[in-house]
């Protein structure tokens, strides 16, 4: 009997609380109560580490959010995308019991309120210190697990193989790194290795094909710090340049062909290969806009190109020798045809 008093009891405060959790309001005031008591009033330093044994090392996990890719740049060696960098820790000095502060559980000050990771931006093309958002959204539960997400649009350099060009596969990175801290002192984490793709727009040049995240410790001179890197994997659609450059590069070289099939009375065989040698060149100074100019490996096409337009200038010569010859021949048959008549 005594026994099944206390179980009652137990289960009436559980009760009693449950209901006092719902009907209790969360009011402005609770609310205000957190930030004065955890943040304004309570000596937090935002510059310091949130841990209470400051001799730990504080995790942060790190996950990437990709919205789209604004650029693969070929002439500049550049990849530009968009998208959320998501960093996840605990902070041991910003915990409360939500039953004090009317059941509230979550809280969202401003970022530099709070600790964060400082990042840089190591291969970037332009800043290096992309996130001075001060609105990015900051949420702190009431456990102390806390969550940053920053959003920028995060311009790096890219070295591109062109060998295959326009049907290539290309990989970019985004490194970044907490210069501020060492590995001893903080290390990043990623429970997801994948990228997320979920809000991803899709790109009209390149595909998607895989998105990774992985962690490493950067050696610098003295010390180590902590890092992550972004690896895209990338495939360009080719059917608008094989459209628009192949194609007529392949119909061209049959047309050099043809230049041995027009007869020297005419008059057009020269015109008809200078021409086609002309439409190469062209075709060749468009391509060689479109690639880098320090590439370290040349591209096939710029090859294949080359190989064509040497082809052309040869027949173009053929036709001169063969024209020349020609006409050689009907001097040769009108003197004889002179002589002669002179004899008569």
């Known amino acids: 009997m005594g026994l099944l008093r206390i179980q009652s009891s137990l289960i009436y405060i559980l009760i009693f609380c449950h209901i006092y959790h719902v009907v209790t309001p969360q009011t402005y005031t609770n609310v205000t109560s957190i930030f004065n008591d955890k943040i304004n009033n309570s000596g937090y330093n935002p510059q310091v580490r949130p841990l209470v044994n400051q001799s730990q090392t504080i ?11 604004v650029e693969v740049n070929d002439v500049a060696q550049s990849f530009t995308c968009n998208g959320f960098l998501l960093f996840g820790w605990m902070d041991e000095l910003i915990v409360w019991n939500p039953y ?49 997400a920053p959003g920028s649009v995060f311009p790096v350099s890219c070295q591109l193989t062109m060998t295959n060009y326009p049907f290539d596969q290309q990989e970019c990175v985004i490194n970044m790194t907490a210069l501020t801290l060492t590995s001893e002192e903080m290390q990043f984490t990623s429970t997801e290795p994948t990228i997320s793709t979920s809000y991803y727009t899709l790109h009209g040049e390149w595909d998607l094909l895989a998105a990774t995240i992985s962690t490493f410790n950067l050696s610098t001179r003295y010390v180590k710090v902590p890092g992550f890197q972004l690896k895209f994997t990338l495939k360009r659609r080719p059917i608008f340049l094989i459209v628009n450059i192949i194609l007529p590069v392949v119909f061209l070289s049959f047309l050099n062909i043809l230049v041995f099939i027009i007869p020297v009375e005419s008059g057009e065989k020269i015109g008809y ?32 190109l ?13 036709s001169i020798v063969i024209v020349y010859l020609s006409h050689r021949e009907e001097v040769r ?12």
Request: with cysteine; hydrophobic share 50%.
């Open 306 to 318: 080359f190989i064509l337009l040497i082809i052309s200038m040869l027949t173009v010569i053929d």
């Open 59 to 69: 995790f942060v996990d790190v996950w990437f959010e990709l919205v789209s890719i």
């Open 333 to 344: 048959a009108c003197i004889w045809a002179i002589e002669q008549y002179s004899l008569y």
């Open 273 to 304: 290969g200078i021409t086609v040698l002309l439409a190469l060149s062209v075709f060749m100074c468009i391509v060689m806009g479109m690639l880098p100019r320090s590439s370290r490996s040349m591209p096939n096409v710029t090859i294949y």
């Open 100 to 148: 004090v502060y009317g059941g509230h559980t979550l809280i969202h000050p401003l970022p530099e309120q709070i600790w964060r990771p400082m990042v840089l931006l190591l291969n970037t093309l332009d800043k290096r210190e992309l996130f001075k958002d001060k609105k990015s959204p900051v949420f702190i539960y009431n456990t102390g697990g806390a969550t940053w």
